[in-house]
């Protein structure tokens, strides 16, 4: 990101503790986990506001695992590390309800679990696989050989243990709990680590920072030539419909290998979103946040085939950014040269999955020297 010298009128330098980059799900948790339980000083500073990026525009799925069937994220990663990113997943989701409970207003969230569901017979497979993986490791799930909705889908996976949530105002009351300050609408331009302290230039202030913990996820790579490669942003499209007098969809619902998604929402609404899966030279490593007219007629032809019940018309349409690693797991570390800079990003689509365990072990390694294990740069050698 860049700023003009007109735009830095009235700047000012501060001293400070402890800085996290990013007001999401994932900079209200390192927050959180910075001051609440390491005892920091800390401030949040956002290019926009907290929640407006990829954490208030997604579709509040809390989805166990990664953005691959269980099986298959054996087969890439191992099973050692499947599983502890599935537990890390678990973990998140256990904060996350924590915050809600503790929350001053409401949040709400639907503890009626998800449906993984196969559009075609290969798929199905792939689902009947996954199962036996997750049975095998003793993971709360249900298979169904067939379609449980009766909507065309041929195959899927219950887990009762995920949820649907407002992801705005989750994010939101995670801020709020850290008790950091906030610095809103301050673009970040330069990083310098100067002996001990990183001298830190956004827009309004120019802050002298004894530690940074950069949550910025899909917008990494406009910070520090570091992510080129390893975090691609990648836009994800949505929409909502006028509220229904049904709910066409009782669960989280997840298809396409993960490309396609949809519920109801919690003013009676459907949302589905996807699409992207077949517009990826468009949709992928672009940062611009604007509706693209093909994956929004794609929308709507999947709503008409899959629930033709649904007839009310479209409310609002939306993209969001989301941050996807190079290899699929979030990237936890610190920057080359800049040993007080921390981060955690790449989510790869599954932030409310694994932004608080993430997070969580982000500050521990910054502060503590810990090693954030499977989510750890430094698998990269």
């Known amino acids: 990101m860049t700023v003009s010298h007109w735009q830095r009128a009235g700047q000012i330098e501060r001293e400070i503790d402890f800085l996290v980059v990013g007001a999401g799900l994932a900079g209200g948790a390192a927050a959180y986990f910075a001051r609440q339980v390491q005892g920091r000083d800390v401030v949040v500073t956002d290019a926009r506001d907290v929640g407006l990026g990829a954490s208030g525009r997604n579709a509040g799925f809390m989805i166990s695992g990664l953005d691959t069937y269980y099986h298959r994220a054996i087969e890439k990663y191992g099973h050692a590390v499947a599983r502890e990113v599935w537990d890390m997943s678990r973990r998140s989701f256990s904060h996350w309800r924590e915050f809600i409970a503790n929350s001053v207003c409401d949040v709400p969230i639907d503890n009626s679990g ?7 017979p290969e798929e199905a497979r792939e689902l009947e696989l996954a199962a036996r993986a997750l049975a095998a490791d003793k993971i709360d799930i249900e298979y169904y050989s067939r379609d449980p909705l009766g909507r065309g889908y ?21 801020v709020a709990q850290s008790g950091a ?8 331009y330069r990083l310098e680590q100067e002996h001990d302290f990183v ?8 802050f002298e920072a004894r530690y940074v913990m950069l949550c910025t996820n899909a917008y990494s790579p406009m910070i520090d030539p570091y992510f080129k490669g390893k975090v691609l942003p990648t836009r ?3 929409l909502v419909t006028e509220p229904l007098d049904h709910i066409p969809v009782p669960y989280c619902g997840y298809s396409d290998y993960g490309y396609m998604y949809y ?30 007219p093909k994956v929004q007629a794609f929308l709507d032809r999947y709503l008409a085939r899959y629930f033709p019940d649904v007839q009310a018309p479209v409310a609002q349409r939306w993209s969001g950014i989301m941050g996807f690693s190079c290899d699929g797991l979030p990237l936890v570390g610190a920057l080359p040269g800049k040993p007080r800079v921390g981060f955690a990003v790449g989510f ?26 499977a989510v750890d740069v430094a698998r990269f050698g």
């Not at 300050?181 to 970040?188: H, P, Q, S, T, Y």
């Not at 830190?200 to 120019?206: E, N, S, Y």
């Open 154 to 174: 041929f195959a899927a996976i219950e887990q009762p243990l995920d949820a649907g949530v407002q992801p705005y105002l989750l994010a939101r009351t995670v």
């Open 199 to 206: 001298r830190v230039h956004t827009r309004k202030v120019i």
């Open 236 to 238: 994800a499209q949505c």
């Open 348 to 373: 790869t689509g599954h932030g409310l999955a694994l932004a608080a365990a993430t997070a969580e072990r982000a500050v521990d390694k910054l502060l503590n020297g810990v090693s954030a294990g």
């Open 263 to 292: 519920r109801s929402t919690f003013d009676g609404r459907f949302l589905l979103g996807g699409g992207r899966k077949q517009h990826q030279r468009e949709e992928n490593n672009t940062s611009e946040d604007r509706l693209n």
């Open 181 to 188: 300050e906030v610095i809103a609408n301050n673009e970040l």
């Open 114 to 120: 998800s449906l993984l569901l196969a559009e075609s």
